[in-house]
């Protein structure tokens, strides 16, 4: 066991007999550097972003493995939902949970909430490995952080998980009878927020005729969809969940297409509405979109380099925490008791929060991403000269 001592020691080594303990524990005193710090992988990434806290949390009795980070809590408690997803390792998990952590703050900031920015990943099959003990032992070490977090549902959970982690927490929304699903107003805030683009690309709001590629057909993307039918736009869709896409044909009347021609088709606006990371190299070299409007997380690959590219190629990008807060909108409105007709309408101002990023990406040739990141930045800022 290693204690790290940034004062100018010399290395000490100490013998401690703990009195349960079947045998002595070691304890290496070291002197730590700058660089020492900066090769830890987990401390480095977290100042990467200047992260507050992570929690790793084990149950071998349930299987249960999480992270629950929280970036910032400046505004407010940090609330962002729970992901279940079948990472590959525990580093891939890390880097999920600190980047979506990250864009829950500027999310909540943008959307002008009292929120931190925080999240929580699950490794693990959501279709497998899902029981009552096991939500209800993830509960407990939500609850252990005394309300610096707050959860919901995400990627790979549902509204009956967080009943289940409601027994043990207070610390959780989205709970039937209240806010509920956020699915509906998280793809009316990427409506509302594709309305916006269209006004700045085209001169008008109207979808009507757009080509809109959906890449995702999950509960946002069916919401999504409906708007889009509903205004008379032309729908192609994408999924793995051949059930899921029956749904969009049946009811919207969309043209399936596959998980990689998505790219490639004729399209008006491209609407990301699965997992992150699909505008890159890649697709950037394919897509023939004049709009990028989704409600997927972190839709750059890297924010930096594809941010600019859009920008170059005259293609206009809603930042994904903006155009896609209607959801944590919805379960704001839940923790502050307000009604569900005061969500719809905060839903709708995404609107106007997506017009003024893309208007000043525009005017000051700036990447949208970075109008974004500045315009979140600005009122945590703020609130901490207060």
């Keep these: 066991m290693y204690f790290y001592n940034f004062e100018p020691l010399k290395i000490t080594l100490a013998r401690l007999e703990h009195p349960k303990a079947k045998s002595n524990i070691m304890i290496d005193v070291k002197k730590l550097s700058p660089g020492d710090l900066k090769d830890n992988p987990v401390l480095g990434q977290m100042g990467q972003y200047n992260h507050e806290q992570l929690l790793f949390c084990n149950d071998n009795e349930t299987g249960l493995k999480a992270i629950i980070a929280v970036h910032n809590t400046t505004l407010g408690p940090a609330l962002g939902g729970t992901r279940m997803w079948m990472y590959n390792n525990e580093m891939e998990a890390l880097n999920d949970v600190l980047r979506l952590s990250r864009g829950m703050t500027y999310k909540n900031s943008i959307s002008g909430l009292d929120l931190g920015g925080g999240k929580a990943v699950i490794i693990g099959d959501s279709k497998t490995m899902k029981s009552e003990a096991f939500f209800r032992r993830y509960g407990r070490f939500v609850d ?27 610390h959780v929304c989205g709970l039937p009878g209240k806010s509920g699903d956020p699915s509906p107003i998280t793809a009316l805030g990427v409506y509302v927020g594709m309305k916006a683009c269209a006004k700045l690309q085209y001169g008008n709001d109207s979808l009507s005729g757009k080509k809109v590629a959906v890449q995702g057909a999950g509960h946002v993307g069916q919401y999504l969809m409906k708007h889009l039918h509903d205004e008379n736009a032309e729908i192609f869709v994408t999924d793995i969940d051949k059930d899921a896409l029956k749904k969009a044909v049946d009811n919207f009347g969309a043209k399936v297409v596959g998980i990689d021609e998505i790219y490639d088709i004729d399209m008006d606006i491209y609407a990301p509405c699965a997992l992150g990371a699909t505008v890159n190299d890649d697709t950037l070299s394919r897509l023939k979109c004049a709009i990028i409007a989704g409600s997927a997380n972190n839709q750059l690959l890297d924010e930096n380099i594809h941010g600019k590219a859009v920008l170059e190629k005259g293609i206009i990008y809603a930042p994904d925490y903006a155009i896609n807060a209607g959801g944590v909108i919805n379960v704001y409105a839940e923790v502050k008791g307000f009604s569900p007709e005061w969500g719809l309408e905060k839903a709708k101002e995404i609107y106007d929060t997506v017009y003024q990023i893309i208007k000043r990406s525009t005017d000051e040739k700036i990447p949208a991403y970075a109008i974004a990141n500045k315009m979140a930045e600005e009122r945590i800022e703020a609130a901490m000269k207060k």
């Design 144 to 170: 252990s952080l005394n309300g610096i977090y707050i959860t919901a549902e995400d990627v790979g959970t549902s509204t009956q998980d967080m009943v289940w982690v409601h027994e043990e927490t207070n």
